[in-house]
C-alpha cells in the first residue's frame, strides 16, 4: 500500500507500460496482486566522514561517529536513530522492506558499553526483540541471511508469507533469506540473499536483496562484479539467486553507481547487461540521471528492478520534494528508496 503524500515521481512509465500489458496481456488481465504493493530498501549503517559536527548540539558529532566505526562496525547503532527508522517505518508501512547494515543485538555481548552512550547496546538484553523486529513491529514476517545477520527482509503479512519461514511472535527467520558467499571466495560471507513470498492473493514472488562489496580498487570491482554475477547468472550452486519465477524483485544497495561508473566499473557493467530497457529485468527505481540520489548526495547506488512487475511512483526521503528525512541529523550516509510496484503477470 502506498500512503498518498508518496504518489509524486514517475507515474507516467507506470501509465505506459499499464497500457503495453493490457495490449499483450489481454483486454482484461487479471492480477495477482490487485493495487499493487509498496517496496522499500535502506541501508541504515553510517560511517565517518560525514561532516558530523557541522551541528555539534543534534546529539551525534565525529565523537559518536568514530565510537560507531570502532564497536559497532557502523551498522544502525545511534539509538535516537533507530528511533527515527522506526517512526518512518510506522508512517509508510511497506509491504516489503530491504535493509542492510542493520545491528544485530547477540553483538553487544562481545563488547564493553559505556551506559553513558546513547547507542544500542545500552538496552540490551537476551529476551530483547532485535532490532529489525523493533523496527518493523508485529505485522511482519522477517527473514534474514545466516552468515550476513545485517541483511533482512521484512514482508508485511497482507502481501502474503515468505516460504519457509515459521517463526513465532518476535522471533526471526534466521536463513530464511537464502545465500552464498561468491564462488570465488571474493567475500567470505553471503552478499546477495533470495526468498520466495507465498502472495496472501494467490501466485508467488521472489525478492533479492542485494548488498554489494564496497569498495573502488580492481579487487573491490571485480567481487561485486561476481556478486551481480550471483544474481542474474549463478549464484554458486547452478541457479541464479532471482530464480526462474515469472515475479521477481531485486532491490539493495549495490556499492555502484550503474550511470556514472558505467564502463568504468565491471560491476556497474555486469549490472546493465541485465538491468534496463531491452533487457531481462526493468527498473522499478527511476533510469532518469536527474533522478534523486541516495548516497551521499552524489550517487545513486541503492536501486530496485524486477521482471513480471511494473514501477509506479518512487520516493528518497530527504530528497524528493515534499519528503522530509527520515532524521534531521547528519548520521546516514544512504537514503531509503521507497516505490510503488504494479503486477504485470496475468493469471
Known sequence: MLPAEMRVWSKLPLLVALA????????????????????????????????????????????????????YENSLSWNPAEAAAKAFLSRKEPDIAGFQELYYDPWCEQITVDPALDFVCKQYAKQRPLQIRRLLGASYQIACLREQLDNCVGVHERLGRIRGCDAQGDDVCIGALDGLAPPSGCSSRPRIGSLVIELAGGGELTVVLVHGTS??????????????????????????AVGSGARVLVLGDL????????????????????????????????????????????????HMAARGLLGGACVVPGQTPGEPAVLDVTYWDHLPLLCQVQDATPR
Open 255 to 302: 556499492n555502484t553507481d550503474p550511470f556514472k561508473l558505467a564502463g568504468t566499473d565491471p560491476s556497474a557493467d555486469e549490472w546493465n547487461a541485465h538491468v534496463g530497457k531491452d533487457k531481462p529485468f526493468q527498473y522499478i527505481s527511476s533510469d532518469d540521471p536527474k533522478a534523486p540520489p541516495t548516497y551521499t548526495g552524489l550517487f545513486r547506488i541503492d
Open 215 to 240: 569498495g573502488i580498487g580492481q579487487d573491490d570491482m571485480a567481487c561485486r562484479a561476481e556478486q551481480m554475477r550471483q544474481i542474474f547468472v549463478d549464484r554458486g550452486d547452478g541457479q541464479p
Open 20 to 71: 503495453s500489458c493490457a495490449s499483450a496481456c489481454g483486454d482484461d488481465p487479471t492480477f495477482a496482486i490487485p493495487g499493487g504493493f509498496s517496496a522499500l530498501t535502506f541501508n541504515v549503517g553510517t560511517t565517518v566522514g560525514l561532516g558530523h559536527d557541522a551541528n555539534t548540539a543534534d546529539g551525534y558529532t565525529s565523537v559518536e561517529a568514530k565510537i560507531a566505526d570502532a564497536l
